[in-house]
């Protein structure tokens, strides 16, 4: 059974910075970071493919930097200049194709102002 862990949540203040991990069972050529806040629709952080493919919501804005280890089974993201809207729980995502995607438990960021 495929499991993904998160890692690196937690409470900072607006304009801090943090660094979320997730390491999966195996390796996935495609993985990402969603998130969902109270009362919102899960939406799409910041998604790599193969070697270096990365495509990131509006939001970030270039605050936010997805990255990889070599043997594509844990990926990063690195979160600078945080918002208070930025607040919400952070799920990893590993994608096989569209019918067969992975979720983490997910991890709380929380900013506050």
């Known amino acids: 059974q495929v499991q993904l862990v998160e890692s690196g949540g937690g409470s900072v203040q607006a304009g801090e910075s943090l660094r979320l991990s997730c390491t999966a069972s195996?390796?996935?050529?495609?993985m990402g970071w969603y998130r969902q806040a109270p009362g919102k629709e899960r939406e799409l952080v910041a998604a790599?493919?193969?070697?270096?493919?990365?495509r990131y919501g509006d939001f970030v804005k270039d605050r936010f930097t997805i990255s990889r280890n070599k043997a594509y089974d844990t990926v990063y993201l690195q979160m600078n200049m945080l918002e208070p809207d930025d607040t919400a729980v952070y799920y990893c995502?590993?994608?096989?194709?569209?019918?067969?995607?992975?979720w983490g438990r997910g991890t709380q960021v929380t900013v506050s102002s």
């Open positions: 195996r390796s996935f050529s495609t």
């Open positions: 995502n590993a994608r096989v194709n569209s019918d067969v995607i992975y």
């Open positions: 790599i493919i193969g070697g270096g493919i990365t």
